[in-house]
């Protein structure tokens, strides 16, 4: 209470204050017009003049500035990027930009007090709704439709053998060029509604990632990695990259209490003013992408405004001499350079951030981000190819490929290729440039690395050393492309495709089933000698295990688009084989030796992947829900982090 003159005493009541106003400012108006008459005719012109060239010079200046900024970014090239970057006209866009979004935060509080929170959510923080009586989305007395099969719905029984032989029984297409995802018509998912259902399959994975979460919450909680054979921690980034990684697994599996610890610690620990060098692109897909799909999950802007901090300090690696990002960026000073150990960044690298600063854009409304990784992606698009393939290094300096780096679909190329069907599908299938680059790449593929092992003909993606020399090596992170190549045919993209991803999906599951622990290696060699005896030859230093999502992403997505069980039951083996060989009593290690069921040996790591990736795919593969995370309103990065489609 404030001290002095008590609150009614400070006020006065006027009855008749219509009367009261009026009068004063009629006498206003009567001066005003006195004193205009006692003007002379000159005087009267030279004001009217004035007043005259005032508004046109203001006409003028409104002009000048709407061009400006509504011209900038529509032709800029790298160069003005790198002064806007620095110049004072940023500032001032960033001051007028706060304001905005201030004014919209209030607008969505005064709309939120009149209409009432979504059910079970607020921004800002989960209450006690969460655990309320709201009903799910969906209407329970009705069968929920999906429009991609036209028969009926996914789980009803249709008479056809839902195996898939010669004659694929491919799932019809499902959104073509004019899909259009309104996220605001949206009712809003309730992750956290006490009456979801799970399968038994979801409740043991939500139980393993319990299990993970509280090992590391008790011996790591805050760093970035955890080592639970030791129980102690490291550093990466110094960003608590296992937390932020994993906040929207937490969420997507409605676990309550972990995803509390994670949001308070998010709120109130997490800072990016580090002095420390960071890699562009680990630090996008794990740390932005976390952050962005858990602001999209929940409506809750305090991972919006980390999301923006962090992406600010991102944007210094933008300002190379090319069109090609540097690879790393100290958080602090904003210095940027090529990685340490060379002049060349990963092809992927740079290729798989455009997905997170381009959502970024859309939920701030700030251009800079998605211009930035545009200019990227149409210079690589620019650049010439074999067949649609590209090198795994790529110079920051000259913009230019290192011609005779290796070809591959597995480290430093992968997910290059995974980006551009996903950029196009993210950005509304506008961009064509992305899908004719995604295509040819597939031919490709094709033409110079799909190949069959002896004796089984299992179909595997190999390697071109040197850009000329074909190898018939497959790293296991080559196994996210039967599922790309699933989601592609699935938006309209050719037939040969889907055809070619479930032989790939079928090759993934045998380098689990085929070791004795039926855990895959991290790299296998596929034997082309007529009359072998083993499609799979595994070297002695490839033979470990990192806990990697990829085959258990591809499954799925081909079990979403196919509901063949086959795909839930290679899952669930793979789940009881992680179960087996990798959960110690710490948690969960990578192991050493696939090999070697009576001693796989433990490499004392806990990947923040496994909690990101594994898991939540897992869960996913698992869920009976059509509207979990569904496949036309949501592209995942390459980190498991669902993001939005959106129209353009």
Known sequence: MFEGTPRQNQMSVISGFDDYSNGKDYKKRQSIIRVWKRLSSLQRSVICFVLLLGGISALYLVTSVRQLHGGRWGHAGPSDLR??????????????????????????????????????????????????????????????????????????????????????????????????????????????????????????????????????KKYAWGHDEYHPISKTHSEWFGVGLTIVDSIDTAIIMGLKDEYLDAREWVDK?????????????????????????????????????????????????FKSPSNVPFS???????????????PDSSTSEVTTIQLEFGDLSRVTNDDRYEHAVNVVSEHVHNLPKKDGLVPIFINANTGSFRSSATITFGARGDSYYEYLLKQWIQTGKKKEYLKQDYMAAIEGIKTHLLKESE???????????????????????????????????????????????????????????????????????????????????????DSHNLLRPETVESLFYMYRFTKDKKYREWGWQIFRAFMKYTKIDGGFSSINNVKSPSNPGFKDKLESFFLAETLKYLFLLFSDDPQLIPLDKYVFNSEAHPLPIYTE
């Open 83 to 216: 002064d806007f970057l620095d110049s004072d006209e940023r500032q001032k866009m960033e001051r007028e930009k706060r304001e905005y979004i201030q004014q919209k935060k209030n607008k969505e509080m005064i709309r939120r007090q009149r209409k009432g929170p979504p059910s079970g959510m607020k921004a800002g923080k989960v209450d006690q709704g969460l655990d309320g009586d709201q009903p799910p989305v969906e209407d329970k007395g009705q069968p929920v439709r999906d429009e991609r099969f036209p028969n009926g719905n996914e789980d009803e029984d249709n008479g056809k053998d839902d195996s898939v032989d010669g004659n694929l029984n491919l799932p019809p297409k499902s959104a073509g060029d004019d899909l259009i995802v309104d996220q605001m018509s949206n009712e809003p998912y309730d992750y956290f509604n006490a009456k979801r259902e799970y399968t038994e399959q979801q409740k043991a994975v939500q139980d393993a990632f319990k299990f993970a979460w509280k090992e590391y």
């Open 269 to 317: 620990s997490l800072t990016f003013d580090k002095d420390k060098d960071v890699n562009l692109f680990e630090i996008t897909i794990r740390a932005l992408g976390g952050l962005l799909s858990a602001y999209h999950l929940t409506n809750d802007d305090v991972f919006k405004e980390k999301a923006r901090d962090l992406g600010n300090r991102l944007l210094p690696c």
């Open 328 to 342: 790393d960026v100290n958080l602090r000073t904003g210095h940027a350079h090529p990685p340490r150990w060379g």
């Open 455 to 541: 004796p089984s003909k299992l179909l595997y993606i190999g390697e071109l050393l040197g850009g000329r020399s074909f190898s018939p090596k497959m790293d296991h992170l080559v196994c996210f492309m039967p599922g790309t190549m699933a989601l592609g045919y699935q938006n309209g993209l050719p037939k040969d495709h889907m055809e070619i991803a479930t032989r790939l999906t079928r090759t993934c599951y045998e380098m689990y089933n085929k070791m004795p622990t039926k855990l895959s290696p991290e790299i296998v060699y596929f034997n082309q000698a007529p009359g072998s005896s083993d499609d799979l030859i595994v070297k002695p230093l």
